[in-house]
Each structure stands twice: as structure tokens, then as C-alpha cells.
């Protein structure tokens, strides 16, 4: 008779072990979005958002800009937002490792293939700035530019 109260004690005590597992798997999900964002450099161009690369207005003066960073140039090349917009960029990279640097801006972020980089900012003043790669990627490096205009 014990016996049967230890193997309830025992099944119940694992169903609970594997119910905090799970909460605290969708708890880290939940709150570590960002952790879990990789995409296989392969499917890059065939997995959206990347298969359509661009600008898309998410909110009043809120955009979406989905960019890929590749040997050697930025895709869209160039990204052109109103004064006051807040971009939410998102960009991954098909081949090696890139930079994506808007300079005299908070922009500058390492592209790293097989993850998705992302980053807000919010740009109050007009500007035309080259974006810049700033991780050596090859022969072409030097050349790998886009262009971030704030009008
Ligand atoms: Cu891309 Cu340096």
C-alpha cells in the first residue's frame, strides 16, 4: 500500500518537473524572440521576408526595412525614409560576415549569415549617408556601399 502512495508521489513529482520545463521553455520564448531569428545563408533569398527585399510602412512614418548584406552590396542599395521616421531594420547575410554601418548614426551592426540582425532607430534629422561595411569581406569590400537617405 506505501508503495503505491510513493509511486503516485513519484509519477505526480515528474509531471510537475516536466510542466515547469515547459513553462520555462515558452517563457524564454516569449521574452528571447530575438534569440531564436537564424535563417539557413542558403535559403536566404527564398525565405520571407528576404525573397523581397525593400521598405514597407508598418505604422504612420514606421518602416520595415528588409535588407540583405551580400558580397558586395547592400539589397535594397539605397533606403529612403521621411524626417521623424523610426526604421526597424532586419538584415541577414547569404555568404560571410558584413557590416552595416550608418555613420553618425547608432546604426552599426555585424551581419552575420545564418542569423537575422535587427535594430530600431528613430531618425529626427535629414541626412544622406553612405552605408558603410565595416568587416572585411573580401576583394570587393572597399566597394560594398548603399545609401540611407532621412528628407
Ligand atoms: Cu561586406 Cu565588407
Keep these: 500500500r506505501s508503495e503505491r502512495i510513493w ?35 542558403d535559403a536566404v533569398r527564398t525565405t520571407p521576408p528576404f525573397d523581397k527585399p525593400g521598405l514597407y510602412q508598418v505604422g504612420p512614418n514606421e518602416y520595415r526595412a528588409v535588407m540583405i548584406a551580400q558580397m558586395f552590396m547592400y539589397q535594397p542599395n ?10 526597424h531594420f532586419e538584415v541577414t547575410s547569404p555568404d560571410v560576415v ?21 535594430y530600431t532607430a528613430t531618425f529626427r534629422t535629414k541626412m544622406d549617408r553612405v552605408i558603410v561595411c565595416n568587416e572585411y569581406c573580401g576583394s570587393g569590400h572597399q566597394v560594398m556601399l548603399g545609401r540611407f537617405v532621412v528628407q
Design 7 to 41: 509511486l503516485v508521489i513519484g509519477g505526480a513529482s515528474l509531471v510537475v518537473f516536466f510542466a515547469i520545463i515547459l513553462i520555462m521553455a515558452l517563457v524564454w520564448g516569449f521574452h528571447n524572440p530575438g534569440q531564436m531569428k537564424t535563417i539557413a545563408p
Design 78 to 87: 539605397q533606403v529612403t525614409v521621411p524626417a521623424g521616421a523610426t526604421v
Design 98 to 118: 558584413h557590416g552595416f554601418e550608418i555613420p553618425g548614426t547608432n546604426v552599426n551592426l555585424m551581419v552575420v549569415p545564418g542569423h537575422i540582425t535587427e
